[in-house]
Each structure stands twice: as C-alpha cells, then as structure tokens.
C-alpha cells in the first residue's frame, strides 16, 4: 500500500493570511483529488487533478499536480473563517477502484 | 447533480441490534463504495462495488454486510456490533474511467454503538 505524506497536519492562522498544504508520495498517482470536510459531515470535492504539472483555480484556491504526478499542493490565498475544516488529499490508481488518502490537514482560520 | 445521499443521519444502537444503513446515488454510476472514519482519521476503505458486484472487501469483521439491490442504491447491515465500531459511515460513488474515478461523497451517517 502507497503512501501519501499529508503536512502540515494542523495550521491555525488568522484570516487574510495565505497558507499551502503539501501530498507527497514515493508513487505515481493517475489523479488526484482534493476535499474538504467539515466535522459529522462527509468530505466534498474541491478539485480533481490529472495531468503532470497541471494548475487549478477555485476562487482563492489554486491546486498544483506534480510534474511527476507523486505530490500536489493546495494553496489558499487570503483565508478566511469559512476555509476552515479538514482538507484531504487522496490519490488514484490506474487499477482498481481505491484511493490513497493522505493523513489530513485541519485548519482553522481566526476572524 | 453530484449528490449521494446517506440515511439515517444519526443512529444509536445497542450490540444486540440489528439495522441497516442505506445510500442512493442518481449520478448513473456504477461504482460505490463504504467507508469508515474515525474522528480526525481519514476515512477507511470498507468495501467497493463495481457493477453491482462486490470487488473489494478489506478484511471488514462479518458483522458488517454490505448490499447493492441496484446500481443506484447500497446498503450496510449491522448485526452484534462493538463500541469501537462507532464511527461516520461514509458512502461514495464513481463511474469507472471517468474524471479519473473521481469520488463523490454522501453526508455520512454516524453511529454509535452502546
């Protein structure tokens, strides 16, 4: 079973600070997704990432996939209150069905 | 619309009970899967259906029965379950060779187990 190196895996921070959370892998992933959740409620996609060196914007977040395809980074500019809540990382396999999750990273950001 | 629904929200049980926990998906896809999370856990992989069929069981107690009457629909009965078996249930789906197997997630359905 691959792993996925989640960091960091708490950050408190005020609002309007910018903050970047890591996926790292020894393993090369078909894809990889991106979720956010929050506590008793089930994680929603952010973002799919595909290709090698692919960029992707949502608002103020921007989603990187390494060039090859074993990390990516999510990076949210500007955060506010409402970012808050735990973000997962989880890589997909060409084979199968199962995702990889990453350990997780649980913000929150002070008003 | 990318929507899993997940009842019941909540469920209490004892370790003599027997109940089912019920998932619907409306997305035409033909994989979904169950997983368990344990607070501040990524989720766990449970079991995945893939065309209705059972492809992947990982290593789950029996105590644990998953069902797909249809493509759209999945079920987990529970039957003589352990206090550490309190979790959020969380049920998912995927259409196979699309957006990257991408998976959508239900609400999760959180039990306890007295």
């Known amino acids: 079973t691959q792993l996925l190196e989640q960091s960091p895996q708490f950050l408190s921070i005020q609002e309007g600070e910018n903050l970047t959370v890591y996926c790292n892998s020894s393993s090369v992933f078909s894809s990889l997704q991106w979720y956010r959740q929050e506590p008793g409620e089930g994680p929603v996609l952010l973002v799919t990432v595909v290709t090698g060196g692919e960029v992707k914007k949502l608002k103020r977040l921007t989603f990187q996939f390494g060039d090859a395809r074993k990390d990516s980074s999510l990076h949210i500019t500007a955060a506010q209150p409402g970012d808050t809540g735990l973000y997962l990382c989880a890589g997909a396999r060409n084979a199968g069905n199962m995702l990889t999750f990453g350990g997780g990273t649980r913000l929150m950001v002070k008003p | 619309d990318t929507e899993v629904t997940q009842t019941p929200k909540h469920l209490v049980m004892g370790m003599t009970n027997k109940k089912s926990l019920k998932c619907e998906q409306h997305m035409g896809h033909r994989a979904m899967y169950w997983y368990k999370q344990k607070a501040k856990k990524p989720p766990e992989l449970m079991f995945v259906y893939s065309y209705e069929k059972l492809s992947i069981n990982e290593s789950v107690p029996s105590r644990f029965s998953p069902e797909c009457p249809n493509s759209s629909l999945l079920n987990l009965h529970l039957h003589a379950l352990q206090p550490e078996d309190s979790a959020l249930y969380l049920c998912?789906?995927?259409?196979?060779?699309?957006?990257?197997?991408?998976?959508?997630f239900g609400p999760g359905t959180r039990l306890t187990v007295l």
């Open positions: 998912a789906s995927s259409e196979p060779g699309l957006e990257s197997d991408t998976q959508y």
